[in-house]
């Protein structure tokens, strides 16, 4: 687990030119998770010039603004064409799509089925609050079944998706969920996906209480901390738990880890193969 400090960051990873705090609600988890990306990315060693963070639209979006590293802030849906682009022109870059569940879920929905079918050697971070936060509280397709939104004042009638079971039915390399509660453990789930080959894919529960609690009888942030709390359970402990009792429980960890190479890698491969045989003369 990382040890650097609080001046260490401010000084090495984010940008001073740009105003503190951030734009993020107060409660708000967003930060938490920016933290825990930095920290990620100062154990692994990855010189800053090296890492490109691609980001969308939405509350998640801003976050590509205050840190020091290549930076791209991209149209709503998109972020995952601009990192595959990305990566593929230059492999070695550490490419890492910034996005929320909106973002990823709804319009960018078939970028991220295909991104981990390729096994694209991208991490996917998904910021998912459950709301379209900043564009006034729509439902996205993480809304749970029954909550209230601006545009679902009756309840929310769609099933959400499982982001968790979409990536690892799509064939992603690494698939994990945690939460901001939970920073340790979510740090040790991000440094794995930035240092795995292929599709990485970590799913970071965070809070919206501006948006999502305050219409979902959570009176406060606390409330939706004590909630992640509650709720959230280790995969390993979760599987043990009999059917009953997994209900309205949330498994966290590590779901899906696999090791085999970025589709980046096999394209380059493939590439170097016809080049011999030209110099062959095609023999």
């Known amino acids: 687990m990382s040890k650097i400090t609080g001046n260490e960051i401010i000084h090495q990873y984010l940008r001073h ?20 990306l930095i920290r ?19 509350c998640s979006g801003r976050l590509a603004v205050y840190v020091d590293f290549n930076t791209v802030h991209t149209t709503h849906g998109r972020a995952l064409s601009f990192a595959t682009g990305i990566k593929m022109s230059n492999p070695k870059l550490n490419v890492i799509a910034l996005m929320g569940d909106g973002d990823a879920l709804s319009i960018g929905g078939n970028h991220l089925i ?26 996205s397709p993480a809304t749970p079944e029954g909550s209230t939104t601006m545009t679902n004042p009756y309840g929310q009638l769609d099933s959400s998706f499982d982001t968790v079971e979409l990536a690892r039915g799509a064939g992603a390399n690494y698939v994990a969920r945690g939460t901001v509660f939970h920073v340790n453990r979510l ?9 795995r080959p292929g599709f990485s894919l970590v799913e970071a529960i965070t809070p919206c209480h501006t948006q999502f609690g305050r219409k979902n009888k959570y009176k406060s942030p606390v409330d939706m901390y004590n909630w992640l709390k509650s709720t959230a359970v280790p995969l390993e402990r979760y599987n043990e738990m009999p059917e009953d009792k997994r209900r309205d429980r949330m498994p966290i960890g590590v779901f899906v880890d696999r090791d085999r190479p970025g589709f980046e890698e096999r394209y380059y491969a493939m590439q170097q193969n016809f080049l011999k045989q030209a110099a062959k003369g095609g023999k």
């Not at 030119?17 to 825990?36: M, R, S």
């Open 114 to 139: 295909h991104a981990a079918r390729r096994n694209i050697g991208v991490t996917a971070l998904i910021l998912n609050n459950n709301i379209y936060g900043m564009t006034g509280g729509q439902s």
């Open 187 to 195: 740090e040790k789930i991000m440094t794995e996906a930035i240092g």
């Open 17 to 36: 030119n740009k105003k503190f705090p951030h734009v993020l609600c107060a409660g708000c988890g967003h930060g938490i998770v920016l933290g825990t």
């Open 40 to 58: 990620s990315i100062h154990s692994l060693g990855i010189p800053k010039d090296d890492v490109v963070v691609v980001a969308g639209i939405g």
